[in-house]
């Protein structure tokens, strides 16, 4: 289950995700909506009968909201599915926005995990990305969650902002690491269409760095979170063994997930096509429609089988593992052979996928052309 809390103090430059700056939000009501979708979602299949194994709270800043709103939510969605004794309950928290007594708050109301968005350890590459926390705070903020009793942990990191140096890549991976988290994700800046950085670019503001300069810090992420007992999972993610990211994973996998809130999307796996759909984006509409029907939907949409192959195609490929062949074969009723049969043996000789063990995975060179590959399935 994801649920999207749509508030932000401020609006990152670089963000592309449902969210709003405001100087006050209204907690009670949106919160009320959140349960009155999850009351009218209950019955609904396929998640009529089967418990909750994975609660996720993103945002925007999940962590601008009381512990006691978050705790309304999770006693609801226990009362009405049930959540698993070992379900991995994760929210984002901007390290500005917590202290002692919060962190303590959302343990008690029964998150197991904490997603800091760190960003960076330098102060320049804070600034420029327009976030509004310190290098010193987000280490506070680890101290207190650990003393909170989060034993779940993950940094977020970028890498390839305007101005950074392989240095400075290789400083916040040392300064994340000496946090000792048991995951960190390490994304590369991108320039999305309607953000204040997109318009930048366009406008010939601000420029990207060059396609080498990218590939060298991608290069030394891979290399130096590894080296530091993070192991590469997925195309953006490390952890400690045993410690991925179970919600993430659900995604990648191509399982059912149940979207909750403004602008959230859901996917019921519940044949080879499935079904997608996604939510009011405005908050006000959101609130209004969920408060007063229990459904918010805006729009949905059944996949046809060969958009489906290739979306499960392109998830699995990207992490480590690979594509497991009898998977496929299972959901779809092809073997991968059959279905992508040219595009899998173009990409072997191209030295950008390796098929062994029953897998399909991405070579080194794949990684670093990973967009290029799973153009190939679309």
């Known amino acids: 289950m994801y649920i999207h809390i749509p508030y932000c103090e401020s609006k990152c430059p670089y963000c592309d995700f449902n969210s709003y700056a405001v100087k006050a939000w209204p907690e009670a009501e949106y919160t009320d909506a959140l349960m009155a979708e999850l009351r009218a979602r209950a019955a609904d299949a396929p998640w009529a009968g089967d418990s909750i194994k994975t609660v996720f709270f993103g945002g925007g800043t999940p962590s601008l909201f009381k512990p006691a709103s978050l705790q309304r939510v999770l006693e609801e969605a226990e009362r009405l599915f ?201 908050p006000a509409t959101y609130i209004s429609k969920a408060r007063r029907d229990g459904n918010a939907e805006a729009g949905s949409e059944t996949p046809d089988a060969a958009l489906s192959a290739s979306e499960f195609a392109f998830l699995n490929l990207r992490l480590s593992d690979g594509l497991e062949l009898r998977r496929f074969a299972q959901r779809f009723g092809v073997t991968f052979e059959e279905r992508f049969g040219p595009q899998l043996k173009r990409l072997i000789e191209g030295q950008l996928l390796i098929h062994e063990g029953g897998r399909v995975r991405l070579t080194e060179r794949g990684l670093e052309l990973a967009d290029s590959v799973f153009a190939e399935f679309l």
């Not at 995990?113 to 680890?142: C, D, K, M, W, Y």
């Not at 810090?217 to 130096?224: I, Q």
Request: aromatic share 10%; proline share 3%; charged share 20%.
């Open 82 to 282: 049930g959540i698993q004794a070992d379900a991995e309950i994760t929210a984002e928290a901007n390290p500005g926005t917590v202290d002692s007594d919060k962190l303590c708050g959302m343990r008690a109301a029964g998150l197991n995990r904490v997603s800091f968005g760190a960003q960076s350890f330098n102060p320049q590459t804070l600034q420029f990305l327009g976030r509004i926390h310190s290098a010193e705070q987000t280490a506070i903020a680890v101290g207190q969650a650990r003393a909170a009793g989060f034993a779940q942990l993950n940094l977020d990191l970028i890498f390839a902002v305007p101005g950074q140096s392989l240095d400075d890549i290789a400083f916040d991976i040392a300064a994340a690491a000496e946090l000792q988290p048991d995951h960190i994700s390490a994304y590369n800046l991108t320039f999305e269409e309607g953000t204040a950085f997109g318009a930048a670019l366009k406008a010939g503001r601000m420029r990207q760095l060059a396609e080498e300069q990218q590939a060298s810090m991608y290069a030394m992420v891979r290399r130096e979170l590894p080296r530091r007992g993070y192991a590469m999972y997925e195309i953006s993610n490390y952890a400690r063994p045993g410690c991925e990211a179970r919600h993430n994973l659900t995604y990648w996998h191509g399982q059912s997930y149940l979207g909750i809130g403004a602008g959230a999307h859901s996917y019921a796996a519940q044949d080879a096509a499935g079904r997608r759909w996604w939510n009011e984006r405005l």
